[in-house]
């Protein structure tokens, strides 16, 4: 009845609940506590899916996947103090690449997003209002604590704003350049009762508005398109985000032209793609004279734009969504600030009314050919080589002869996701996730759990990979019991080579100790030779390998793969002095990329 008050009563937890429902968001992760245990039980009852993690990190790491492969952030729901600065991290991580997370503590409520392209919500519960600055129980300043590593970080001033503040974060989440928010929640909001006439919920936020290139820059990057003698397009993780995979492909096909993409580019346009240049990576980026950059920044990864990795007088087109981006470390030949779907619609209209093509014989496409080839060859090479312990190129091609072509790569290490990365091939848009912008090493179980759980709702049957270097596995191991908890049939390879970039083996390990402590002597990059890194997963009731030749990896791998109801570790022991085939340059700046 108009005008009439309800007595009913609702709890700040089951608020909070119903505001991110209306957001449409579908996912918390989350280790529960006091005071955000009853947030976890309330979304639940609505529908929500809540996933309980070993860790906030990893929590975070998952939600900001979510993010980033459904274009909805995920919620990392943490405590108060150390939950929260757990989380951290997985803050930080999600910004540095553009991803949304959202999440939520318990003393504070805050949202946050990235400058990457990872939305994410963090949830944080925090200590009692009415005992704050008295020493509460894990009091922290979180809402400042969290600016850093977030698009916005507040604390609704009461439970009736709290549907407010949550659209507020999700909207800043995923409206212009990604990132993560934090939504701060004293632990004495997530108990109290309100009058549920006294709550309005938020509609749910529109979906990010779509932003086109300047029409006269649009034009001008096109005459400098056709005039490029040697041209390359670089394809990054925003274009991904962007779901611009039509367009683009569209581009290179039409226009000839040949295409590199990042680390998280891959599978935007398939790698087996014959216009892809991959394999020619560091000369396609030292000769190009006009390079298009769609969704990817002249940050380290590519070697900032500079000589001696690029010609000096190179022209850069840049496609970006964030005005502040452009111009970063070279001056452009021209930016087209937009959206990169659109943008890159804009400038097939004008390449293709009249159809522009780059010619096929030239001598550029030969020279690329000529180095795919001979670089190629020099993998097959290392790859063929018979010797035990096996190399990372051995196991590597033993793997991409195996995976199914729809599965999602979860990879990190220094080695093993460098190498990894130039033989394991993506064939569709956003189905590879690594270390990423931030070099993070410890995401690859949080990613593939989201991975997973996406996998299960969408495509049931399809696959993921987790490839972990031994000392990247280490830093999120107990999450294989999250996997097993969950029943997600994913398989990990942790690619062993008992060390931090390399490692000893057994014998010289022993050696080297037998008179001499480890705290002195022991390499600080060696870790425990010949570990039994699969016992973790049978620990849990899940499918444990330990494989040394070429051909129990073939055996162990087909076996997992068939086996869609178990998650699997198979733990392959590789020589531990093996590295990378050498390079012209050190192609990253840090080798742990
Ligand atoms: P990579 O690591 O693949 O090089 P980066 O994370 O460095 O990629 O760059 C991604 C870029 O994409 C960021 O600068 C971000 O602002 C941009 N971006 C994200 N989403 C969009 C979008 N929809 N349209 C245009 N640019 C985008
Ligand atoms: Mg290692």
């Known amino acids: 009845e108009r005008g009439e008050r309800s007595d009913e009563q609702v709890s700040g937890a089951k608020v909070i609940a119903q505001a991110l429902k209306e957001q449409d968001v579908r996912y918390l992760f989350g280790v529960v506590g006091i005071p955000v245990t009853e947030i976890a039980v309330a979304a639940q009852e609505l529908g929500l899916r809540y996933i309980g993690m070993r860790n906030e990190q990893a929590a975070c790491y998952a939600a900001s996947t979510i993010g980033y492969l459904t274009g909805r952030p995920g919620v990392c729901l943490v405590v108060s103090g150390p939950g929260l600065i757990h989380a951290l991290g997985g803050m930080a991580n999600a910004n540095m690449n553009c991803w949304v997370v959202i999440r939520r503590n318990t003393t504070h409520f805050a949202i946050s997003k990235e400058t990457k392209k990872m939305p994410l919500i963090v949830i944080g519960g ?30 609704p001033s009461s439970v009736e704003a709290i549907p407010s503040v949550i659209e507020k974060a999700v909207r800043s989440s995923i409206y212009g350049r990604p990132g993560a928010c934090y939504v701060d929640i004293p632990a004495d909001f997530v108990n109290l009762q309100v009058n549920v006439d006294s709550i309005k919920y938020k509609e749910c936020c529109l979906p990010p508005p779509v932003s086109m290139a300047d029409t006269s820059a649009v034009c001008q990057a096109a005459s400098v398109i056709r005039s490029a003698r040697q041209p390359l397009l670089i394809v990054g993780k925003g274009a991904a985000y962007a779901r611009a995979e039509e367009s683009i492909r569209k581009l290179v096909e039409q226009c000839k032209l040949p295409f590199l993409p990042t680390p998280m580019g891959k599978g935007v346009v398939p790698d087996n793609h014959p216009n892809c240049v991959g394999a020619a990576r560091s000369r396609a980026l030292q000769h190009a004279d006009v390079i298009v950059l769609f969704g990817a920044r002249l940050n380290w990864i590519l070697h900032f734009g500079l000589p001696p990795r690029y010609q000096p007088d190179v022209k850069f087109i840049q496609v970006d969504i964030c005005a502040e981006e452009l111009g970063n470390n070279v001056k452009p030949a021209v930016t087209l600030l937009g959206d990169i779907n659109a943008v890159t619609k804009q400038l097939l209209e004008q390449l293709t009314k009249p159809l522009w093509q780059y010619p096929p014989e030239s001598k550029w496409w030969k020279t690329l050919r000529e180095k795919m080839k001979s670089n190629e060859a020099l993998s097959q090479e290392l790859a063929s080589k018979k010797s035990l312990p096996m190399n990372y190129y051995t196991v590597f091609y033993h793997v991409q002869e195996q995976l199914p072509q729809d599965c999602f790569v ?42 997973a759980l996406v996998a299960k709702d969408r495509n049931p049957g399809q696959r993921v990979i987790c490839v972990e270097g031994d000392s990247a596995f280490g830093f999120s191991g107990m999450e294989v019991e999250t996997i097993c908890r969950y029943n997600l049939p994913i398989v990990i390879l942790v690619v062993n080579n008992n060390g931090i970039y390399q490692g000893f083996d057994a014998d010289t390990w022993k050696e080297m100790l037998e008179f001499q402590d480890a705290t002195v002597r022991a390499p ?6 010949n570990s039994h890194y699969e016992q973790v997963m049978t620990a849990f009731g899940g499918k444990g390998y330990f494989v040394q030749t070429p051909e129990e990896l073939q055996k162990s791998l087909k076996q997992a793969l068939a086996d869609t109801t178990k998650p699997c570790l198979i733990n392959i022991l590789i020589e531990p002095q093996s590295t990378r085939k050498a390079q012209d340059f050190h192609w990253l700046t840090r080798s742990n990329m």
């Open 524 to 529: 600080p990059m060696c870790l425990l030779p």
């Open 126 to 155: 925090s200590s009692e209002r009415s005992q704050e600055t008295m020493g509460a129980f894990q009091e922290f300043p979180q809402v400042e604590a969290c600016r850093l590593y977030s698009k916005f970080s507040a604390r």
């Open 410 to 451: 979860v990879s990190e290490g220094a080695n093993t996701m460098d190498i990894g990365r130039t033989v394991l091939q993506n064939y569709l848009p956003r189905h590879r996730l690594d270390a990423g912008t931030f070099g993070t090493m410890g995401v690859g179980l949080g990613f593939a759990i989201a991975a």
